[in-house]
């Protein structure tokens, strides 16, 4: 399973960003799909998932600093996940990654699959 992350960029507090997440190898549909960040000199923190199956079975579950501004969704008939952030502020500005699993977790260590990552800066 290959994952390929894309859509950061340089933006201004306040904007927004839709980060994507293509998988490849295998259907995604297969995985639970989660969101981290690692922002400078801290450590990766989960940001949100979203749940295997159709449209009608997913859920989603987010970190509570999340919450609010951060929307996770996927797309199965593109084999594709989703990070939707409004509002940016500076604090957001860190490398982002998605990741795939076969179960719901909010810890990188359930993660097998991982995407190189893409560079999100805020600037305020």
């Known amino acids: 399973v290959q994952l390929q992350a894309s859509g950061g960029g340089l933006v201004q507090a306040g904007g927004s960003l839709r980060l994507s997440c293509t998988v490849s190898?295998?259907?995604?549909?297969?995985?639970?799909m989660g969101w981290f960040r690692q922002a400078p000199g801290k450590e990766r923190e989960f940001v949100g998932l979203?749940?295997?199956?159709?449209?009608?079975?997913?859920?989603?579950y987010y970190a509570d600093s999340a919450k609010g501004r951060f929307t996770v969704s996927r797309d199965n008939g593109k084999n594709t996940a989703y990070l939707q952030v409004n509002s940016l502020e500076s604090e957001d500005t860190a490398v982002y990654y998605c990741a795939a699993a076969l179960d719901p977790l909010p810890r990188s260590e359930a993660y097998g699959y991982w995407g190189r990552g893409t560079q999100v800066t805020v600037s305020s």
């Open positions: 979203v749940t295997r199956g159709g449209r009608d079975e997913q859920n989603t």
């Open positions: 190898g295998r259907t995604a549909s297969s995985y639970v």
